[in-house]
Structures are given as structure tokens and as C-alpha cells.
């Protein structure tokens, strides 16, 4: 292939839905520190770093030595639970992560989650040798909705922004996408209208969704 093109994932909620693993990782290593922590306040956080969510929860307490031990409690719990119960991928995603290789496309993850997390999770849902980078937390200053995710994995696939699909299904990274200069697919419906294609779930998206995105004729002069 001569004009190399790239699909960006998102993780969470985009090729798996590990909401409920979240929750209870971090339900149950706050009330281990003596530390009480509401759904509701976990859904307002979803997909957000950790740096941030803690001290949202916490305010004054949080000292940055604090914010490390509960990220890394929550963490290690969301492992566990994730290896000893297996995870599978959301409905689409597997398919279309392969065919996508097979068709010659480069494809990275970028997500807003801990490295040990992205490498575990490819490969339980079996997408590891599918994907050429995983870029993650520690490779990053800025989280998401600044591009910046999107910008570094580009370039560990040395593809241009303008050849590169971003697959969400949040706001703050469809907005990341748009900020990178990159098209995008959102899933999930209600929360992703602002992406250039939006989709309920992967397995609805027609054949030719991502080839489209790229092509010359889909950019405005």
C-alpha cells in the first residue's frame, strides 16, 4: 500500500465494555483506604486518569503521594478481576480489528488507561498481534479531550492525522479526535453526535465505513 492509513482505538467502552471491572476495582480499593465512593460519582469519572479522577473524590486529601496509592490499588484490583473472569470484546469489534489487518491498515490503541492494563486487555480479547502500538497513560502528558493521544500513536505508526480513524465512545474523545485533525467513528449513540460517523455498535457499521473516511473526497478543500 503506498498511502498507509491507521485506526486509533479507544478501549474502554469501545472494544470491550469493562465499566462493571472499573466499578468494583474502584469501589472496593477506596473503601480499603477508609474511603466511601458512590456509582454515580464513578460514572461522571469514566474515562478519565486517575490523577484526575482521585482528587475530584477526595479534594484537599488527595496529596499526590495518596492519588498514586489508590490509582495503583484500583489498578491492580481491575487486573485481578479482569484475568481471573475474562473479558470479551463488544459486539463488531473483534471483526472489524481483523479485517482491518487483513485489508493492510495500521491500528493502534490509545487509551486513557495504565500500560499494564492496555497489554493485558489486548490480549485477553485476543487482539494483540492485530495491533502495531499501544500507547497509554505513561506515554502521555495530557489526557483526553487534548489530541495528543491520538497525535503520539500516529506517529508511532508513521501515518499522517489525515489518514487516521479514531474509534470512540466518549465525547472528550471524539473531541480529542476533531482537535488531531482526524476523522472519527462513534459508538454508542446518545453521547458520541459529534463524531464524523456515529454508529450504535460496531456490527451495524457498513462495509465500506472506514475506507470512506480516508478517501481524498471526504476532506473538504
Same mark, same amino acid.
Given at each position: ?9 479507544? =478501549?474502554? +467502552?469501545?472494544?470491550?465494555?469493562? @465499566?462493571?471491572? #472499573?466499578?468494583?476495582? &474502584? *469501589?472496593? !480499593?477506596? %473503601? ?57 470484546? =463488544?459486539? +463488531?469489534?473483534?471483526?472489524?480489528? @481483523?479485517?482491518? #489487518?487483513?485489508?493492510? &491498515? *495500521?491500528? !493502534?490503541? %490509545? ?32 489526557g ?12 508511532a ?6 489518514r ?9 474523545g ?5 482537535r ?42
Amino acid at each position: 500500500m503506498t498511502d498507509p492509513r491507521a485506526v486509533l482505538w479507544d =478501549l474502554d +467502552g469501545t472494544l470491550a465494555d469493562s @465499566r462493571e471491572f #472499573h466499578w468494583r476495582a &474502584w *469501589r472496593d !480499593a477506596m %473503601a480499603a483506604a477508609g474511603f466511601d465512593v458512590t456509582e454515580a460519582q464513578f460514572a461522571l469519572s469514566f474515562g478519565q486518569r486517575n490523577d484526575a479522577i482521585i482528587p475530584a473524590w477526595l479534594g484537599a486529601r488527595a496529596t499526590p503521594e495518596l492519588v498514586r496509592e489508590l490509582g495503583d490499588a484500583k489498578e491492580a484490583m481491575y487486573r485481578t478481576l479482569i484475568t481471573a473472569e475474562g473479558i470479551t470484546p =463488544l459486539p +463488531g469489534a473483534a471483526d472489524w480489528v @481483523r479485517r482491518l #489487518h487483513d485489508d493492510g &491498515w *495500521r491500528q !493502534a490503541i %490509545a487509551s486513557s488507561a495504565p500500560k499494564l492494563n492496555v497489554e493485558l486487555m489486548a490480549r485477553v480479547l485476543g487482539l494483540s498481534g492485530h495491533m502495531d502500538a499501544l500507547i497509554s497513560a505513561e506515554d502521555v502528558r495530557n489526557g483526553k479531550p487534548d489530541p495528543e493521544v491520538f497525535l503520539i500513536a500516529a506517529e508511532a505508526l508513521s501515518v499522517p492525522p489525515a489518514r487516521c480513524v479514531v474509534v470512540e465512545d466518549a465525547p472528550v474523545g471524539i473531541e480529542g479526535a476533531s482537535r488531531a485533525g482526524m476523522r472519527s467513528i462513534g459508538v454508542g449513540g446518545d453521547t458520541t453526535t459529534d463524531a464524523t460517523v456515529n454508529v450504535q455498535s460496531l456490527d451495524r457499521l457498513p462495509l465500506d465505513a472506514f475506507d470512506r473516511l480516508v478517501a481524498p473526497e471526504s476532506f473538504s478543500p
